[in-house]
């Protein structure tokens, strides 16, 4: 099993940054895992925003790409979401992902993220 806590989320201005952080436990999630960042905002389905793969190789969706970064550290075998420039439409309750296989995939209860305008 693997638990998934999520912290850094909170209420920002437009333009505001946030980091997000995802630290694992149960596992070492850097093994052979892809770790990543969804998001799910009011009204809508929940959303690919990044990952990392084990080798370290990032992707960012589109609507992000350019603010956000996402990165990790293996020895607190923790993730991060670094969000610059942010905007209302980013605000969205924001969910750390560890997926091994279809019958091996993990959620955090999610952090909410608010943009005021």
């Known amino acids: 099993q693997v638990q998934l806590v999520e912290s850094g989320g909170g209420l920002v201005q437009s333009g505001g940054s946030l980091r997000l952080s995802c630290t694992a436990s149960g596992r070492s999630m850097f093994s052979t895992a892809l770790m990543g960042w969804y998001r799910q905002g009011p009204g809508k389905e929940r959303e690919f925003v990044a990952h990392i793969t084990s080798g370290g190789i990032t992707v960012h969706a589109d609507s992000v790409k350019g603010r956000f970064t996402i990165s990790k550290d293996k020895d607190k075998n923790t993730i991060y979401l670094q969000m610059n420039s942010l905007k209302p439409e980013d605000t969205a309750v924001y969910y750390c992902?560890?997926?091994?296989?279809?019958?091996?995939?993990?959620w955090g209860q999610g952090t909410q993220v608010t943009v005021s305008s």
């Open positions: 992902n560890y997926f091994l296989n279809p019958r091996d995939e993990w």
